[in-house]
C-alpha cells in the first residue's frame, strides 16, 4: 500500500514509519522539519509542509494515489501560543480530510486522544461502573486545556464532513491513550520539564507531591503503530480507543523515580503549576493538570475485536522505558525527538520561557 503519513517524523511517526517500512509499504512522509537520511526516516519519501499553513490544494497532488493517509501531526508546545495550535490541529485536520476527498483517498486514519472525551461523571452513556469509556462516550475535552478543546472539534469537523461527504473519505479516529517510548524520551522532556532541569534529577526527588487521586492511561509508542497500521491496512472506520494496562497511579510513578509519593491536594497542585507557568518557570498550562486528572481510562474491547489489536507492553513497563530513557540522555535523531541541550535552554530563556510564537514559513 502507498500511505502518506503526517507528522511522520514525531513521538507517533517514528515509530509508525519503522512498522508501514517492515510490513512493506511504500510510506510518504509530511513534516515541517525534514529529518535526517538515517533509519528509519531514510525509508520514505518526504514532503516539507506546516499544516498550520497549508491548504487541501497544497496537499492533493502529494495525496493523490494514497490508498490510505494517517493523520498524526498535532502541537503541544508552546502552551501559550493557542493559536498556533487551532491552526495546526483544527485547519490541519480541515485541510488533510478536504485533500483527501479532492485526491480520491478512500480512507482516512485520524489520530484523536482520551482527551477528546469529556470529564468522566459517574453513570451516563459509554461509561462503566469502574469509569471507563467506551467509543460512545460523551466528547468535550477538558474546557482548560487547548490541546483537549482542539481534539473535540477536529472531531466535529469530521463528523460535519462525514454528514456532506459521506465515505470521502472512510475515517477511522484512533483515541489513544498517552503515548511514551524510550526514542521520545528528550522530546517529553523538552515538552514537559523545566528549561534547565538537568534529566538525572528525575530519580533523585526525595519526594513527589501529587495528588493521591491521580490515575493515567499510558500506551508504549510501538502498540500505538501497531493500532494505526491495522487501521490503515483493514479499511476500518468509526472511533477505536487504544490504551496498555495498568493505569499509572501516584504510587506507581514515584516508585519508578526513586521518590516518596505525598498527598498535594489537587486544588493546591492546580495553583503551583499555574503560578509557575505565569512565571515561565516551567512550560506546563493549568489545562494539562486539569487533564492528567480529568482525562477517563479507556475500554479497547473495539480495538481487540475489529483491528486485532493487542498491547505488548505493559503500562508500567512502558512508564519505566521512558524514565530509564529520559535519566539517561537517549534521544532520537529527528528534530521533534532531537536532544535537549544546554544552548536550547539557554535560548529559551532569552526569549523569556517557552515560545510563545511560531514564525511564518
Not at 57 to 83: S, Y
Not at 91 to 102: D, H, K, M, P, Q
Not at 132 to 150: F, I, K, M, Q
Not at 232 to 252: H, K, Q, R, V, Y
Request: with cysteine.
Amino acid at each position: 500500500m502507498r500511505i502518506v503519513v503526517t507528522g511522520a517524523s514525531g513521538n507517533v511517526g517514528t515509530p509508525l514509519l519503522r512498522r508501514l517500512l517492515a510490513d512493506g509499504h511504500e510510506v510518504v512522509g509530511l513534516c515541517r522539519r525534514i529529518p535526517p537520511a538515517t533509519p528509519p526516516y531514510s525509508g520514505a519519501s518526504w514532503h516539507r509542509v506546516d499544516l498550520s499553513y497549508a491548504s487541501a490544494h497544497d496537499l492533493v497532488e502529494i495525496f493523490r494515489g494514497a490508498d490510505a493517509v494517517i493523520h498524526l501531526a498535532w502541537g503541544f508546545q508552546p502552551t501559550r501560543d493557542v493559536d498556533h495550535h487551532h491552526r495546526l490541529g483544527v485547519g490541519g485536520t480541515a485541510a488533510v480530510v478536504e485533500a483527501c476527498r479532492l485526491a480520491g483517498v478512500p480512507h482516512l486514519v485520524h489520530q484523536s486522544s482520551v482527551g477528546a472525551y469529556a470529564p468522566v461523571s459517574d453513570g451516563g452513556p459509554g461509561v462503566s461502573v469502574d469509569r471507563r469509556v467506551s467509543e460512545d462516550a460523551e466528547l468535550g475535552g477538558v474546557p482548560t486545556a487547548a490541546y483537549n478543546r482542539h481534539k473535540t472539534a477536529a472531531e466535529q469537523l469530521l463528523d460535519r464532513h462525514e454528514r456532506k461527504h459521506p465515505g470521502a473519505p472512510t475515517i477511522a479516529r484512533m483515541r489513544p491513550a498517552f503515548i511514551v517510548h524510550a526514542e521520545a524520551a528528550s522530546g517529553l522532556l523538552r515538552y514537559f520539564t523545566p528549561a534547565l532541569t538537568p534529566a538525572r534529577l528525575l530519580r533523585a526527588l526525595p519526594i513527589l507531591p501529587v495528588d493521591r487521586r491521580l490515575t493515567v492511561p499510558l500506551v508504549h509508542g510501538d502498540d500505538m503503530a501497531s493500532a494505526l497500521a491495522a487501521a490503515a491496512t483493514s479499511g476500518a472506520e468509526g472511533a477505536f480507543n487504544i490504551a496498555a494496562e495498568p493505569p499509572i497511579t501516584l504510587d506507581m510513578l514515584a516508585r519508578e523515580l526513586g521518590a516518596r509519593p505525598v498527598h498535594l491536594p489537587y486544588r493546591v497542585l492546580r495553583q503551583l503549576v499555574h503560578i509557575s507557568w505565569l512565571l515561565r518557570l516551567q512550560p506546563i498550562s493549568i489545562g494539562w493538570v486539569d487533564l492528567a486528572f480529568g482525562a477517563p481510562l479507556m475500554h479497547t474491547t473495539r480495538a481487540r475485536a475489529e483491528l486485532g489489536w493487542r498491547p505488548t507492553v505493559a503500562a508500567d513497563e512502558a512508564l519505566r522505558e521512558v524514565i530509564d530513557a529520559i535519566v539517561a540522555g537517549r534521544a532520537g535523531t529527528s528534530p521533534p525527538l532531537r536532544r535537549r541541550t544546554l544552548l536550547d535552554a539557554l535560548a529559551g530563556l532569552c526569549r523569556g520561557g517557552a515560545v510563545d510564537v511560531r514564525r511564518l514559513p
